[in-house]
């Protein structure tokens, strides 16, 4: 409790917080306030009509919402349907009144999904292709003009109307592939704000920060670019650098002629500045202010001095040292909002991350929120970031158009974060489909062109594509497909594999590797699916091993799918980085289920739950796993929080495994000291706190006491022990298990004939409800899917009661429905399944 409480506090005192009012100087966000519908109008005027209660105007309905939003919140997980894909709209009214004499007003989209048109009243104003690039719409002249009409005062009481399409279409023509693992989103779900500037306004601000190995000299370059559409002639411009406290330590004032383009405005010498680092992320401030007779108008940008490099067949080193990358990935994509996070959601996400020891993070497959990349500075989290070019093939000109554009955006957007040091080109560009003709060679050319064009925008960072060899030699680092363990071979084969393909590249960096659990599944032999997979063979992802049928055996088909099977991958991975000397780093795929169109019958359907952490962020076992590895504050976790019944023969030894960081730790089973163990990362699994335990039939309890140097840490579990042998599900039991602020929890679970529960029983669950609540489903999660397949027996779901009368059921192919009727007393016995 201790910790979760320390933990949310920190979310709440985050320095790192960034407040409704972001730090660009006149800007507000427009959360509150709109109306959203899930369809296409007939044309803008059905969004601004007048209607009176009751006449045919008033239809179509529109609900209220609040921003982000997106269209997909509930149905990209809903098992029993395709996620929305098509236009949907957004409405509100904005009192605009700009400060500034002859001033500029703009709508100003940090992203939306995925391409979108802007109306003030009936005047189209702007539109964007992409779905995940920040732009500006100018709405200046379109408001003045509105404000003269009559409807300003009679219809709308001296508000503008704002309406905004979003169209999440299928098109071939744009990027990412709807053949892509992860879900193309609509809606306006990032933030959109309200920005008021004066006639002439720093546009952006380019601002270099070179540092040299050895951290005595930096070299600061700054460029201002200027948003001046009255073609205003000159501006005074003052540039300060603010050291990491916020003091002032240097300033430079000069007259800029010429507003055009990318002006250098400061060039300076940094003496010995304070290095930016995972450890210590120190950031300065670059402040530039554009004075001119019609106003001043100031945009203050965080730096950092870091000096890397990838060394050619051999590791990373940042400022002269050697960083062994310790990564993981993010999708935008959370329970109940879809890719509609809010900035709180967003930062216990990246705090998670940090909490674990990440100091590297791969967005995949796509520009990201400008709030993740200022917590990775922040945070100390180094990035790859990438267009999303992902699978499909290459399209014609307008596909090409829009990546350009893309790679274009996102490099100029991000430019000055220190934390980002990849440019990402692509993601699996061998995989074919959307096209005709997939030709390599066409490919290679037009990936040649992007690799060009991110050097010239950005010379300082390096390129790199995922899983694309005949393109591996046109970017600075590549990354190979390995997944050693899940999609082929045995993960014991990975150090093996990996030294492999680091020998083919000049610079080798390994990002995604890991496997799917089903969180709360666990077994009492998961890895004894790997006696049956072929070895030698290489550990690459090819055509059809994501598929849950066909090919050869494989761990991603034929395995357990349990977060047994996955701690020990994991483990037996990180044991081995520990002893790769020439590794640059990886990057687990990824930190957080998520959800996808392309996995349906997964055991949560339309998940890749590869994650660590459920799409909910309730912690898997492996979250403590990369906790025992890489971080120094003592932790200890007994593996099994989440699995409340084991099976063996009376007597039987049982392993039970302790993640820990510390030195040593003694393990307690029902009061008995098991004995102590010394913690060595080589002595696999859980680096050698392990104990084989005989268990009898009944309740357990066990403790760890770990210690690392005068620093002691504890944690505990219990579970029952089942001998009894149970034979295949012949009936279901549906029971009421809490009652909490009028949410209830239901707990199925699978007997056989014998009235023996079924721990391995892994059959597919439909909940239902009738009456006055609902079923919190479509969450993405295993407590929150109103389809799912059992995890040992058992599934649970919760459900809002609103105070009502409501009877769950439960059904299974091949065996008999069961009802329950919800108790609403929160003591006592709180349901009773109905035969």
Not at 47 to 58: C, H, L, M, Y
Not at 261 to 275: C, E, H
Not at 707 to 729: C, H, L, M, N
Not at 748 to 767: G, I, P, T
Request: aromatic residues 10%.
């Amino acid at each position: 409790m201790y910790q979760k409480l320390i933990f949310f506090l920190s979310l709440l005192l985050s320095p790192f917080m960034l407040l409704a009012q972001n730090d660009r100087q006149g800007s507000t966000r427009l959360t509150n306030n709109w109306e959203f519908i899930r369809s296409d109008l007939g044309g803008i005027w059905e969004a601004v009509r007048p209607v009176k209660g009751g006449d045919p105007e008033s239809v179509p309905v529109w609900s209220a919402v609040t921003l982000p939003h997106s269209f997909n919140a509930q149905d990209a997980v809903n098992p029993n349907t395709n996620y929305y894909q098509g236009p949907g709209w957004y409405r509100t009214q904005l009192e605009v009144n700009n400060p500034h004499a002859q001033g500029r007003t703009l709508l100003h989209f940090e992203g939306a999904g995925q391409k979108t048109d802007v109306y003030v009243y009936t005047t189209k104003v702007g539109s964007h292709v992409g779905g995940y690039d920040e732009w500006t719409v100018d709405i200046t002249d379109a408001v003045e003009a509105f404000k003269k009409t009559a409807v300003f005062k009679s219809q709308f009481k001296g508000k503008v109307p704002i309406s905004v399409r979003c169209d999440n279409s299928r098109d071939l023509e744009l990027i990412p592939s709807d053949l892509s693992d992860f879900m193309l989103y609509g809606g306006l779900y990032r933030y959109l704000n309200l920005v008021y500037v004066p006639k002439v306004s720093v546009d952006k601000v380019f601002a270099s920060a070179q540092v040299d190995a050895a951290g005595k000299e930096g070299q600061l370059n700054v460029k201002a670019r200027f948003f001046n559409p009255a073609k205003i002639g000159a501006a005074e411009v003052t540039v300060k650098l603010l050291d990491p406290k916020g003091k002032t330590i240097q300033q430079h004032k000069t007259k800029v002629n010429s507003l055009e383009g990318d002006v250098p405005v400061w060039t300076a010498k940094v003496k010995k500045p304070q290095l930016w680092s995972p450890a210590s992320p120190m950031l300065y401030t670059v402040e530039v202010t554009a004075t001119t007779p019609q106003g001043t108008h100031t945009l203050r940008e965080k730096i950092g001095f870091r000096h890397f490099e990838f060394v050619e067949k051999g590791p990373f080193h940042l400022n002269g040292k050697r960083l062994l990358l310790r990564g993981t990935h993010r999708h935008e994509d959370h329970a109940g909002v879809a890719n509609a996070m809010t900035e709180d959601q967003i930062r216990a996400e990246l705090l998670m991350m940090k909490d674990i020891g990440v100091n590297f993070i791969r967005l995949g497959h796509y520009q990201q929120s400008r709030i993740v990349l200022d917590l990775c500075d922040s945070l100390g989290i180094l990035v790859w970031e990438e267009i999303p070019w992902c699978r499909g093939g290459l399209g014609g000109d307008i596909f090409k158009d829009q990546a350009r554009s893309m790679l274009t955006n996102m490099i100029e957007q991000h430019y000055n974060h220190p934390s980002v040091i990849i440019w990402g080109l692509g993601n699996e560009n061998d995989w074919p489909g959307d096209f005709p003709e997939f030709d390599k060679e066409k490919i290679r050319e037009f990936m040649t062109e992007l690799n060009t064009l991110s050097h010239k925008l950005d010379p300082s960072r390096k390129t790199a594509i995922r899983r694309c060899d005949f393109c591996k030699d046109i970017v600075d680092v590549y990354s190979p497909s390995i997944w050693a363990g899940w999609y082929r071979g045995v993960y014991t084969e990975y150090k093996e594999v990996s030294l492999k393909e680091f020998n083919r590249v000049p610079n080798f960096l390994h990002v995604e590797w890991g496997g799917d659990s089903h969180a709360r599944r666990h077994s009492e032999n998961p890895d004894n699916v790997l006696g049956r997979i072929d070895t030698g063979k290489g550990a690459d992802e090819r055509a059809g091993d994501a598929s849950l049928v066909g090919g050869a055996t494989r761990v991603s088909k034929d395995g357990d799918w349990s977060e047994s099977y996955i701690c020990n991958l994991i483990d037996w991975h990180l044991k081995e980085q520990e002893t790769m000397p020439w590794l640059s780093g990886t990057a687990y795929w990824p930190f957080k289920d998520f959800a996808t169109p392309v996995r349906p019958e997964n055991p949560v359907p339309f998940m890749n739950q590869k994650g660590i952490v459920e799409r909910d962020f309730t912690k898997k076992e492996s979250y403590y796993v990369f906790q025992s590895y890489w971080t120094e504050k003592p932790m200890a976790h007994i593996y099994g929080h989440s699995w409340p019944v084991r099976w063996g023969e009376e007597g039987e030894k049982k392993m039970i495994k302790v993640y820990s960081n510390c030195d040593e730790a003694e393990l307690f089973v029902d009061g008995k000291s098991q004995g102590v163990k010394k913690r060595n990362s080589q002595d696999f699994p859980a680096a050698g706190l392990r104990w084989m335990v005989p268990l009898s039939a009944g309740k357990h309890t066990v403790k760890v006491v770990a210690r690392k140097g005068k620093a002691t840490v504890t944690d505990e579990i219990s579970f029952e022990y089942q001998t009894q042998k149970w034979g295949k599900p012949a009936k279901l039991v549906l029971e009421q298990v809490a009652l909490e602020n009028d949410t209830a929890t239901v707990q199925v679970r699978a007997y056989d004939q014998h009235n023996v529960l079924c721990l391995d029983a892994a059959n597919f669950v439909q909940f239902g409800l009738t009456g006055d609540g609902h079923l919190i489903d479509n969450q993405g999660t295993s407590t929150g899917a109103s389809k799912v397949q059992l995890y040992n027996g058992r599934a649970l779901i919760k459900i809002a009661t609103n105070k009502g009368k409501n009877v769950v059921s439960v059904t299974s192919e091949g065996l008999p429905t069961q009802l329950l009727q919800l108790s609403s007393e929160k003591e006592g016995k709180v349901g009773e399944a109905r035969k």
